[in-house]
């Protein structure tokens, strides 16, 4: 009886959120009924919370979104005007109200209740097959010899849920191989949100109309600077391709972002003026930036940014987010914005990763395993022992600037991979840990030297609620300087 209760209060709350969209769409040529509805979605966000919502934060967050002229309202206010309604509507429900708000409140719960880490989001991996042979991506050497069916897919998602997690991304590989299968799971699970990273060299406008009508797919598109860096290590012709879908995915009023890997070669160009405003003008609104990471024996760890480099990095992305910035667009550093979610974040602690062969990793760039999801439920995978050992050991450092057990604090990713007996998972080109490591020895060392000096130097976001092994740390009020959005 219990479950059925929640299950329609849970119904019954999406359908309210439902309505006030409903309102919000319908009335966005009046600016002062467009506030309106900010204010009572902020409202309404804060009743859901309950007790665990900050009353100065909601304060600050209810008088934010009444000023339509501060640099983040305007920036929502363009991504609403050039979105398709349909799209919107089921973007803001999915990704809004099931993942941010349902989503988490029901993950905070199954943490406590099952003592291990449960995600916010999970990666998978459709397919390993990829039309491309990028420089130093270990992808391109597996070939086509693996791929998840549509019924692990299926119960990928259908366990996710259980946990409260309702947003999916999938890499590979190229996921758009098997899009015909990612169609007919998005439709299914028409309350979550999937999003894609892609190459994008098969998007067209049939793809592309039929994301807008199911309203619940995203894509980040890989894109790294100018035509020149981006082609000298994706290929000739990539960065066309690249521009040809972002212009496709705008006509259909598609909400896209980027995913960029940044490497000593090509960081100026990817974080230039010019690269940002291109970005903004093609109708791409927000951005994953990834550190390249040495893994897998084809890599190149040349191309791995000096520390200097990586130092210049963090005020950059910094700045573009800053109140300051003219640039509309949001990009985000997985390796240097660790001070907004408490360190690492894999191991389930807020996402992990399923490649195309089923085996459960705890993060993309760590190819090591204990769990399959063709065997092992997905609460089985988060209980399994590596990943209890992430759980136990996170944060791998109270700098937050080294977050990583693998590029900043190697010695930790040995142990626990020995230590739990996980074998390694590389399909094509097996890596032993050790083998892994002695790459990123030297890095971590002269990097951490570069991060303290930066840390002890600032001072630092601090998030209301983190979760670290059964304990919830309630943090000090936040720095004066911190928009409230990011808590």
């Not at 406008?205 to 290590?233: C, H, P, Q, W, Y």
Request: some cysteine.
């Amino acid at each position: 009886m219990k479950s059925v209760t929640y299950s329609i209060s849970h119904s019954m709350q999406r359908k309210a959120f439902s309505v006030l969209i409903d309102k919000f769409l319908k009335n966005l040529d009046s600016q002062e009924d467009r506030t309106k509805i900010y204010v009572k979605l902020v409202d309404e966000a804060a009743k859901f919370y309950g007790k665990n919502a900050s009353a100065e934060n909601i304060a600050k967050v209810r008088e934010y979104v009444q000023n339509p002229n501060n640099r983040w309202m305007r920036f929502i206010n363009r991504i609403v005007d050039e979105t398709d309604p349909h799209y919107a509507k089921m973007m803001l429900l999915n990704l809004g109200y099931e993942a941010f708000f349902h989503g988490t409140k029901t993950i905070r719960k199954n943490r406590e209740k099952y003592h291990c880490n449960i995600p916010w989001l999970i990666l998978f991996d459709p397919t390993m097959a990829c039309n491309l042979k990028c420089k130093g991506c270990w992808s391109g050497t597996y070939g086509h010899k693996a791929s998840l069916s549509f019924e692990e897919m299926d119960k990928i998602v259908s366990e996710g849920k259980e946990l409260g997690v309702y947003l999916y991304m999938m890499t590979g590989g190229e996921p758009t191989v098997r899009m015909k299968d990612i169609f007919k799971l998005a439709q299914k699970h028409n309350d979550c949100f999937f999003g894609l990273y892609s190459n994008s060299t098969l998007i067209n406008d049939e793809m592309a109309e039929k994301v807008r009508e199911l309203g619940n797919i995203t894509f980040m598109l890989s894109i790294e600077g100018t035509e020149k860096t981006n082609d000298d290590r994706r290929g000739n012709g990539h960065y066309q391709a690249a521009m040809n879908a972002m212009d496709c995915l705008k006509r259909h009023g598609i909400v896209f972002g980027t995913s960029i890997c940044y490497t000593r070669s090509n960081i100026e160009a990817v974080t230039s003026d010019e690269f940002f405003h291109l970005l903004e003008e093609k109708g791409a609104r927000f951005g994953f930036y990834f550190h390249y990471m040495p893994v897998g024996t084809n890599a190149t760890p040349e191309l791995m940014p000096t520390v200097e480099q990586r130092r210049i990095m963090i005020d950059r992305i910094r700045q573009v987010r800053g109140e300051d910035s003219e640039i509309e667009f949001y990009p985000m550093d997985f390796q240097n914005d660790g001070e907004f979610v408490g360190g690492c974040i894999a191991g389930g602690r807020n996402y992990f990763h399923i490649n195309s062969n089923g085996d459960a990793e705890p993060c993309v760039f760590i190819h090591y395993s204990n769990a399959n999801i063709k065997n092992s439920s997905i609460l089985e995978i988060l209980r399994s022992p590596l990943f209890m050992a992430y759980y136990k050991n996170q944060p791998f450092n109270k700098n937050h600037l080294r977050p990583c057990p693998m590029l900043e604090n190697p010695s930790y990713l040995r142990r626990m991979v020995k230590e739990t007996g996980a074998h390694q998972t590389n399909m094509e080109s097996p890596e032993e840990v050790d083998h892994l490591c002695e790459k990123c020895d030297a890095y971590s060392k002269e990097w951490g030297v570069v991060a303290d000096e930066i840390w002890n130097s600032r001072p630092h976001h601090v998030n209301k609620y983190e979760y670290y092994c059964d304990k919830e740390t309630e943090s000090v009020d936040m720095n004066e300087h911190e928009v409230a959005f990011h808590g």
